[in-house]
């Protein structure tokens, strides 16, 4: 076996509210691709977040997620969750959305300057990667 380099996964912490979590959780449930549709359910990333939400007092949580976690939230947020949605909710899904996608590229942004700096390090200390 040949080791070629380290590579690093960030992670982000985000706050979201029960209402962007039902709306988040409600539209994966009905979504047409399995593993969305299994992130809400029983086991799923999206179900243990409901989970930690309403042990909360405050009824807001600070989560921890990855890039895969918050892809499939956006990927959830591209379907309405019911097809008795009214302008406002619709407005308020792509709000969401909007900003899942922000957080995905701040996620993006900052795995890749994690990762360059480990590269430029090990090349300044005389180090193979």
Same mark, same amino acid.
């Given at each position: 076996?040949?080791? =070629? ?8 912490? %985000? ?10 959780? =409600? ?11 299994? @992130? ?8 243990? $977040?409901?989970?930690?939400?309403? @042990? ?37 899904? $792509? ?13 993006? =942004? ?7 700096? %480990? ?8 180090? @193979?990667?």
């Amino acid at each position: 076996m040949k080791t =070629n380099k380290f590579a690093y996964e960030v992670f982000l912490h %985000i706050e979201l509210t029960c209402e962007e979590l039902d709306l988040i959780q =409600n539209c994966a449930k009905g979504h047409y691709d399995l593993r969305v549709r299994r @992130s809400a359910l029983q086991g799923g990333f999206i179900y243990g $977040w409901r989970n930690r939400l309403k @042990s909360k007092e405050d009824g807001d949580a600070w989560l921890l997620c990855s890039f895969e976690e918050l892809d499939t939230c956006a990927k959830a947020l591209e379907q309405p969750a019911s097809l008795t949605e009214s302008d406002k909710d619709v407005a308020t899904r $792509w709000q969401l959305r909007g900003s899942v996608v922000d957080s995905l590229n701040g996620i993006n =942004n900052q795995t890749r300057r994690v990762n360059e700096a %480990i590269v430029v390090t090990a090349e300044v200390l005389g180090m @193979s990667m």
